[in-house]
């Protein structure tokens, strides 16, 4: 009897491991031939000023329009991406089409800047600095309406070649954001190595500022040591009016969150800014 069941929760195991295996096959069957396909598109979430809510620039995030599935976020494919190493040829087009977008919106008198996501993987490829300078060359736009966000697991990943390709990109004017601050484990050593002019505090540490005065400390502590460092500092994820004004008594420089935009499509992005620097 015992043996019975031992044998069936086996094979309801094997076959659970099975399914989930070509989920994941399929997944990226499917996500190889999305960029043929025209699957990608890149979603923008606007970036305002702490103190007048009016826009400085906006966050690109992708989003992958599957036929079945319809929108698939990044968190459910963006790791696959980076292991199965499409990453790479996504990543290129991601940069690519948001600098083409960004200079579109700067012909019509737009003055924004944009942000890419960039993996780590992307860095590793020694390559690098040529994607980065042939997307501004082929869009015509301005290094200083560049910003690059990185996470803090790339300084693992530190070489000199590495730091000078930094150095190269920072001179040409195009900025560095440290994505998600806080939440990896050699935050401090991080910021004393690289050149990042921008600081965005990850969401969780926001959610509760309002009515939590340890949270409250925390991102107080965060936003006067970027501020020493002569960064910027951007807080994800703002939700509600009061985390607003949390931010706007602590001096953070730029928000972001679903209290102001969700990210939506390029011309609801559009209509957003034109409401929004209309007085
Ligand atoms: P991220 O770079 O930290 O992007 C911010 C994420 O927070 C976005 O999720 C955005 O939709 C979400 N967010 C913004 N405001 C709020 C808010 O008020 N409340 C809540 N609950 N969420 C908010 P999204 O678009 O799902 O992207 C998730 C992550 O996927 C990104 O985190 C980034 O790490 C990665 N990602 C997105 N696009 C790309 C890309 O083009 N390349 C690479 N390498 N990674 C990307
Ligand atoms: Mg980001
Ligand atoms: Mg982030
Ligand atoms: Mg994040």
Same mark, same amino acid.
């Given at each position: 009897?015992?043996?019975?069941?031992?044998?069936?929760?086996?094979?309801?195991?094997?076959?659970?491991?099975?399914?989930?295996?070509?989920?994941?096959?399929?997944?990226?069957?499917?996500?190889?031939?999305?960029?043929?396909?025209?699957?990608?598109?890149?979603?923008?979430?606007?970036?305002?000023?702490?103190?007048?809510?009016?826009?400085?620039?906006?966050?690109?995030?992708?989003?992958?329009?599957?036929?079945?599935?319809?929108?698939?976020?990044?968190?459910?494919?963006?790791?696959?991406?980076?292991?199965?190493?499409?990453?790479?040829?996504?990543?290129?087009?991601?940069?690519?089409?948001?600098?083409?977008?960004?200079?579109?919106?700067?012909?019509?008198?737009?003055?924004?800047?944009?942000?890419?996501?960039?993996?780590? /993987?992307? @860095?590793?490829? =020694?390559?690098?600095?040529?994607?980065?300078? *042939? $997307? +501004?060359? &082929?869009?015509?736009?301005?290094?200083?309406?560049?910003?690059?966000?990185?996470?803090?697991?790339?300084?693992?990943?530190?070489?000199?070649?590495?730091?000078?390709?930094?150095?190269?990109?920072?001179?040409?004017?195009?900025?560095?954001?440290?994505?998600?601050?806080?939440?990896?484990?050699?935050?401090?050593?991080?910021?004393?190595?690289?050149?990042?002019?921008?600081?965005?505090?990850? /969401?969780? @540490?926001?959610? =509760?500022?309002?009515?939590?005065?340890?949270? *409250? $400390? +925390?991102? &107080?502590?965060?936003?006067?040591?970027?501020?020493?460092?002569?960064?910027?500092?951007?807080?994800?994820?703002?939700?509600?009016?009061?985390?607003?004004?949390?931010?706007?008594?602590?001096?953070?420089?730029?928000?972001?969150?679903?209290?102001?935009?969700?990210?939506?499509?390029?011309?609801?992005?559009?209509?957003?800014?034109?409401?929004?620097?209309?007085?």
């Amino acid at each position: 009897q015992a043996k019975e069941a031992g044998r069936n929760s086996y094979r309801f195991f094997t076959q659970a491991m099975n399914a989930a295996a070509e989920e994941r096959m399929r997944l990226e069957h499917d996500l190889r031939r999305s960029l043929d396909l025209g699957e990608l598109r890149l979603y923008y979430q606007p970036i305002l000023d702490t103190q007048t809510a009016k826009i400085v620039g906006c966050e690109a995030l992708l989003r992958w329009v599957h036929p079945v599935r319809e929108i698939v976020p990044p968190g459910n494919f963006i790791s696959l991406a980076e292991e199965t190493g499409l990453i790479i040829p996504i990543g290129d087009w991601v940069l690519r089409t948001a600098c083409i977008q960004a200079q579109a919106w700067h012909e019509r008198g737009m003055d924004l800047h944009i942000s890419v996501n960039l993996s780590t /993987r992307q @860095f590793r490829q =020694h390559d690098f600095r040529k994607t980065i300078e *042939a $997307a +501004l060359h &082929e869009s015509g736009l301005n290094p200083r309406h560049l910003v690059l966000e990185i996470t803090e697991s790339l300084m693992l990943e530190e070489t000199e070649q590495l730091m000078q390709d930094l150095r190269i990109l920072t001179q040409r004017g195009i900025r560095f954001s440290v994505d998600d601050f806080g939440t990896g484990y050699s935050s401090l050593s991080y910021l004393r190595r690289f050149p990042a002019r921008i600081l965005k505090i990850e /969401r969780n @540490f926001l959610s =509760h500022v309002h009515h939590r005065s340890d949270d *409250a $400390a +925390l991102v &107080e502590a965060m936003v006067s040591l970027a501020h020493k460092l002569h960064m910027k500092v951007v807080a994800e994820g703002v939700e509600k009016v009061e985390q607003w004004e949390f931010l706007k008594s602590c001096g953070c420089d730029y928000l972001q969150g679903f209290y102001f935009s969700r990210p939506v499509p390029a011309e609801q992005f559009e209509d957003f800014v034109r409401e929004n620097l209309k007085d």
